[in-house]
């Protein structure tokens, strides 16, 4: 079968990070290269064949590509692996269409449960390099169960969920984003009066935005976005205002009657979610959250340089949001839930239902074959400046799949 494959080249991975520098991920020296690999063989009888019919480019996988995030997570990835993680495809066995709930917590691994993974937090599995398959953080970075940039590839039944005819395959294909970005909202409390800064309007950010806006509506959402087309889709998914980076501090100054102390606030926003976690984001995000009040890490920190005195002195909460799993929202009204049920609400789940509701699928502005992959991946690199917001891959062009809404070719 055909697939994009990532080899382990300290090498390459050291020159794809000084070619990101000027923009380029496509340098002759780059880790990923299309190949003619076998198909994966399933451990055991618990694993299906998926043909992906779409499977999505996430920032994760920029910044892996290009040597920007951390090695810190290397011992949880087995090479060589096959990138890919957003995926909606079809099960061979029953030709049905599904979306891959990707984390590979115990149950994938045909292991007893650990003490997370049996309450439903899947994203913190204590077991990741054990079991039925070799290491991996989810499908998309294990050797064993190939990835969405590929033709064909393995999920186990517990990560599969069949997906109703009305939602379309773009819609499907920004479900695991949704689900990230949904769990992102739900890491913190926050009340209807709070307000609220997505810092970042990339697809985290601006689903971040509509997961806000849906579920909780607090009393404003400031989103901080640098294009044109990211700037639109913040406002129709549910921001407030949007702002240029360089005038977020003013704009939070404005809205909270603050005053300024040096380059900080005196107050600030309630929550602030920052859906790109670079060093420099990180420092104005501290600058602008009130004494008190939290940050969320939505995007995909590495290694960061930053000056953390603010954060001890004005004794902020700064959390981390990855993935998905059961979540906990005693402190919010969500309409889409039923209060009065025992059972934790699974962020996939929700993300399942709300895809169609928020049309998410509008995001997906690119789509490319697994041939075209340096064009494909160019466009993700700079997808603020190419108008684009979410790229993906149409591994098997041969699959034709009628739904209500579309068919994809």
């Given at each position: 079968?055909?697939?994009?494959?990532?080899?382990?080249?300290?090498?390459?991975?050291?020159?794809?990070?000084?070619?990101?520098?000027?923009?380029?991920?496509?340098?002759?020296?780059?880790?990923?290269?299309?190949?003619?690999?076998?198909?994966?063989?399933?451990?055991?009888?618990?694993?299906?064949?998926?043909?992906?019919?779409?499977?999505?480019?996430?920032?994760?996988?920029?910044?892996?590509?290009?040597?920007?995030?951390?090695?810190?997570?290397?011992?949880?990835?087995?090479?060589?692996?096959?990138?890919?993680?957003?995926?909606?495809?079809?099960?061979?066995?029953?030709?049905?269409?599904?979306?891959?709930?990707?984390?590979?917590?115990?149950?994938?691994?045909?292991?007893?449960?650990?003490?997370?993974?049996?309450?439903?937090?899947?994203?913190?599995?204590?077991?990741?390099?054990?079991?039925?398959?070799?290491?991996?953080?989810?499908?998309?970075?294990?050797?064993?169960?190939?990835?969405?940039?590929?033709?064909?590839?393995?999920?186990?039944?517990?990560?599969?969920?069949?997906?109703?005819?009305?939602?379309?395959?773009?819609?499907?294909?920004?479900?695991?984003?949704?689900?990230?970005?949904?769990?992102?909202?739900?890491?913190t409390p926050i009340l209807a009066s709070d307000r609220v800064v997505v810092y970042g309007c990339g697809t985290l950010g601006l689903l971040t935005i509509s997961a806000l806006?849906?579920?909780?509506?607090?009393?404003?959402?400031?989103?901080?976005?640098?294009?044109?087309?990211?700037?639109?889709?913040?406002?129709?998914?549910?921001?407030?205002?949007?702002?240029?980076?360089?005038?977020?501090?003013?704009?939070?100054?404005?809205?909270?009657?603050?005053?300024?102390?040096?380059?900080?606030?005196?107050?600030?926003?309630?929550?602030?979610?920052?859906?790109?976690?670079?060093?420099?984001?990180?420092?104005?995000?501290?600058?602008?959250?009130?004494?008190?009040?939290?940050?969320?890490?939505?995007?995909?920190?590495?290694?960061?340089?930053?000056?953390?005195?603010?954060?001890?002195?004005?004794?902020?909460?700064?959390?981390?949001?990855?993935?998905?799993?059961?979540?906990?929202?005693?402190?919010?009204?969500?309409?889409?839930?039923?209060?009065?049920?025992?059972?934790?609400?699974?962020?996939?789940?929700?993300?399942?239902?709300?895809?169609?509701?928020?049309?998410?699928?509008?995001?997906?502005?690119?789509?490319?074959?697994?041939?075209?992959?340096?064009?494909?991946?160019?466009?993700?690199?700079?997808?603020?400046?190419?108008?684009?917001?979410?790229?993906?891959?149409?591994?098997?062009?041969?699959?034709?799949?009628?739904?209500?809404?579309?068919?994809?070719?």
């Amino acid at each position: 079968m055909k697939a994009l494959v990532v080899e382990k080249s300290l090498t390459k991975f050291g020159a794809a990070k000084v070619s990101s520098v000027f923009k380029d991920i496509v340098n002759p020296h780059f880790a990923l290269r299309l190949s003619q690999i076998p198909e994966k063989k399933r451990p055991n009888e618990n694993w299906v064949e998926v043909e992906p019919i779409l499977s999505g480019i996430c920032g994760s996988d920029i910044s892996m590509l290009t040597g920007n995030s951390s090695r810190a997570l290397e011992e949880f990835v087995s090479f060589p692996f096959v990138p890919g993680h957003e995926i909606v495809g079809i099960r061979r066995d029953t030709n049905k269409r599904v979306v891959i709930e990707a984390v590979l917590g115990c149950r994938t691994r045909g292991l007893e449960l650990c003490n997370n993974c049996s309450k439903g937090f899947i994203d913190n599995c204590l077991r990741l390099n054990e079991g039925d398959i070799k290491a991996g953080l989810q499908t998309g970075y294990c050797n064993s169960t190939s990835g969405g940039w590929s033709e064909q590839l393995l999920a186990h039944e517990s990560q599969l969920h069949e997906l109703p005819e009305d939602i379309t395959n773009s819609d499907a294909v920004l479900i695991e984003p949704l689900a990230c970005a949904i769990h992102t909202v739900l890491r913190t409390p926050i009340l209807a009066s709070d307000r609220v800064v997505v810092y970042g309007c990339g697809t985290l950010g601006l689903l971040t935005i509509s997961a806000l806006k849906s579920l909780i509506n607090p009393k404003e959402i400031i989103a901080v976005a640098k294009y044109p087309l990211q700037k639109e889709i913040a406002l129709r998914f549910g921001a407030d205002q949007v702002v240029s980076p360089d005038r977020v501090g003013p704009s939070v100054r404005r809205l909270t009657r603050s005053t300024v102390i040096g380059g900080t606030l005196s107050s600030g926003s309630d929550v602030v979610f920052d859906c790109i976690a670079s060093s420099s984001s990180i420092a104005e995000c501290i600058k602008i959250t009130r004494p008190k009040g939290s940050i969320v890490l939505a995007g995909m920190p590495g290694n960061v340089k930053i000056d953390l005195t603010f954060l001890w002195q004005r004794e902020i909460n700064l959390l981390g949001a990855y993935t998905y799993g059961n979540e906990s929202i005693d402190h919010l009204k969500i309409g889409v839930l039923d209060k009065q049920s025992n059972l934790k609400p699974n962020s996939f789940d929700l993300a399942i239902e709300l895809a169609p509701k928020l049309k998410v699928g509008t995001l997906l502005t690119h789509t490319y074959d697994l041939a075209h992959y340096k064009e494909a991946l160019d466009i993700a690199l700079n997808s603020g400046s190419k108008g684009a917001i979410k790229v993906a891959f149409k591994p098997n062009l041969k699959q034709r799949l009628k739904t209500k809404k579309e068919e994809i070719n």
